[in-house]
């Protein structure tokens, strides 16, 4: 005979799904390889560490929006505008799903889960909006990396329109504003390229993207060292 599993078992079931549910917008646009709902908040939250003090950011609290964000996922999926979802709709499945997840969890910490999954989706605290902008970042980063790995310059577009002019923090900004540079010039090498497909052989096509990171790693690299020598 099974055993029914606890609550919080449940609970700690249900967070695994997020492993296996894909992003819904990769999905639609043809992506190999799509990431999933964990794999999104995982670097949400990992961008979230690298806040400074003077930032006047609570880094701790960050970190737990970006976890729990998107836990809602694991019981009613990615849904997106294509879906045919009112916000309001998906506003109400999304919160009956975190009253669920707060009542597997129960007690202190999960009125903390629910209450950290409202203040971002009533964006009520600077640490709220900075982890939406962190959201719309790792978006487009994303779209740019699958840009890069299935050979797709500019074909994820749509992902970077959908965010321009949105972002509310210095900080996230400035991240978005090296990220377009760098996908400029990525694009202007592969089009370089291809002027050259006579002699230049398809798989040095796929390379045209490295070029320009070894030259942004050696930057930073030397950023860092003058940093150091600065220091001492």
């Not at 099974?2 to 999905?27: A, C, D, H, N």
């Not at 190999?32 to 950011?57: C, F, N, Q």
């Not at 030259?215 to 003058?226: G, I, P, Q």
């Amino acid at each position: 005979m099974s055993t029914k599993p606890s609550k919080i078992f449940e609970f700690m079931l249900l967070m695994g799904k997020l492993k296996s549910t894909q992003r819904t917008g990769w999905v639609r646009r043809g992506v190999k390889h799509p990431e999933s709902v964990a794999d999104h908040m995982y670097r949400m939250a990992a961008m979230s560490m690298t806040i400074e003090p003077h930032s006047g950011l609570s880094k701790d609290k960050c970190i737990k929006l970006a976890l729990v964000h998107d836990m809602a996922e694991s019981i009613t999926g990615d849904l997106t505008p294509h879906d045919g979802v009112s916000k309001e709709e998906k506003h109400r499945r999304e919160a009956a799903s975190m009253r669920h997840i707060e009542g597997l969890v129960g007690g202190d910490s999960g009125l903390e889960i629910y209450n950290l999954w409202l203040e971002y989706e009533t964006q009520s605290s600077a640490e709220a909006q900075f982890v939406k902008d962190v959201d719309k970042f790792d978006m487009i980063l994303q779209a740019y990396e699958y840009e890069r790995a299935e050979d797709r310059p500019k074909e994820l577009e749509e992902f970077f329109q959908s965010t321009e002019g949105k972002f509310q923090t210095s900080i996230v900004q400035g991240w978005v504003d090296e990220l377009n540079d760098l996908r400029r010039k990525n694009s202007a090498i592969c089009v370089g390229l291809e002027g050259l497909s006579s002699v230049v052989n398809e798989s040095d096509s796929t390379t045209c993207v490295s070029h320009v990171e070894d030259d942004v790693s050696r930057k930073h690299s030397t950023e860092f060292a003058k940093d150091r020598l600065g220091d001492n």
